[in-house]
């Protein structure tokens, strides 16, 4: 579950971590008003639960209000890897001589806590892992284990912290660490954590991921606006109105639409796509014994999916019968209608019921099946999927 930048902030005053003072604005009008009363200039960052926001333009620097109004109307038409901003963080603009990186995490390799720091901060820390991975600097922890003054002053003399702030730099690593333990996180990062023209150390950014599971051993979160929500990023319009009809539903970046049948087999779909050159647009999981209803309304969402250029259903019947699944369809393509190319194949529970139900369907309304090819276990599920790669390339070049 991550944090708004401002969100994470909140957590790091808590824990003494130094940070610039913060205002949030949700339009043009209070930006302006918020430059106004400051009369300082000023930086605006775009709060979205994604990364990626100075590459996407959604960072500005200002001298006055007038200035901070004009590029606010340009940050609040921004959508940020297809999230809108729709607040802004206004803080003073810092002079900055030196950035570095702090951030703790879980080895999942160990089992264990890893604080990670680094003397070049303000990139993406797996770049300078890969191309540098001598400026990283790693000590791991067991998960009741305490974080030490003296371990936390080592680091900072390792990335480089001036001598004269080696104990505020530790102090730092240190309650970074304890803030990471306290709310159950998955991740807590400074980047960059800033050295000034002034000589002070300030949390120019906070990234913080909570563990959604635990947050309700932190009622005190709801002091600070912060609830459960989704796991790493807010949610597109389909994974919302997905989990308002209970559909575990991903939205990915390719142009095929995946309508599995159960999470394993739906996996298994998505391999097909990859290897036969396709990009799936979706993970979506039906869950066991899905009634009709639920398979039409998992249609729904990939029909209605602009990116989606074909549908490619993969049905295994086991707990799952293929006949509902063939009954949900029917009742999709008679409620709401297809407007896109679909291949599917069944196998498994019933598949020979399925089948059936497709042809007398069709024999009775042959327009409902224009768009579809409807296949039973006579045809290698390797063939769909390549006939779902072919279809979207013919899509994709109309």
């Not at 159950?184 to 954590?193: F, G, Q």
């Not at 639920?294 to 086991?318: C, H, Q, T, W, Y």
């Not at 090819?373 to 790669?389: F, L, N, R, Y």
Request: aromatic residues 8%; contains cysteine.
């Amino acid at each position: 579950m991550r944090l708004y930048e401002f969100e994470g902030k909140e957590l790091f005053r808590k824990f003494k971590i130094p940070v610039s003072d913060g205002r949030i604005a949700h339009t043009p009008d209070e930006v302006y008003e918020i430059v106004s009363e400051l009369k300082y200039p000023v930086v605006l960052k775009s709060q979205v639960l994604t990364g990626g926001r100075g590459k996407a333009s959604g960072i500005k620097t200002a001298d006055g209000a007038n200035e901070a109004r004009t590029f606010a109307e340009q940050l609040f038409r921004l959508k940020i890897k297809g999230f809108p901003v729709e607040q802004v963080l206004i803080e003073p603009r810092l002079e900055i001589t030196q950035e570095y990186y702090l951030g703790v995490t879980i080895d999942r390799a160990k089992y264990k806590l890893v604080v990670i720091a680094s003397g070049e901060g303000g990139v993406d820390i797996e770049e300078t892992a890969a191309k540098t991975p001598d400026k990283i600097f790693k000590q791991s922890l067991g998960i009741e284990e305490e974080f030490y003054s003296f371990d936390a002053l080592a680091i900072a003399k390792k990335i480089g912290i001036p001598t004269e702030l080696l104990k505020n730099g530790a102090a730092i690593i240190v309650n970074l660490y304890n803030l990471f333990r306290k709310y159950d996180a998955k991740l807590v990062e400074i980047n960059p954590l800033v050295l000034t023209a002034d000589g002070t150390l300030n949390a120019a950014d906070s990234r913080v991921s909570l563990d959604d599971d635990a947050v309700f051993r932190h009622p005190e979160l709801r002091e600070l606006g912060i609830e459960k929500r989704h796991e790493e990023g807010e949610m597109s319009p389909r994974e919302q109105q997905a989990t308002d009809w209970g559909i575990p539903y991903l939205d990915l970046d390719g142009d095929i639409g995946m309508f599995p049948g159960g999470a394993g087999f739906g996996i298994m779909g998505n391999d097909f796509i990859h290897y036969y050159g396709g990009k799936p647009a979706n993970f979506m999981d039906s869950g066991g014994g899905p009634s009709p209803e639920r398979i039409a309304r998992m249609l729904v969402l990939l029909d209605e999916n602009p990116s989606v250029k074909v549908i490619f259903g993969a049905r295994f019947g086991g707990i799952s019968r293929c006949d509902d699944f063939a009954r949900g369809v029917l009742m999709f393509l008679k409620d709401h209608g297809l407007s896109k190319p679909m291949v599917m194949r069944m196998t498994g529970n019933m598949w020979q019921e399925g089948v059936r139900i497709f042809d007398e369907a069709k024999k009775e309304n042959p327009d409902l099946f224009k768009h579809v090819e409807a296949h039973g276990i006579e045809t290698p599920i390797e063939e769909i999927s390549k006939k779902a790669v072919e279809l979207a390339a013919r899509e994709g070049g109309n």
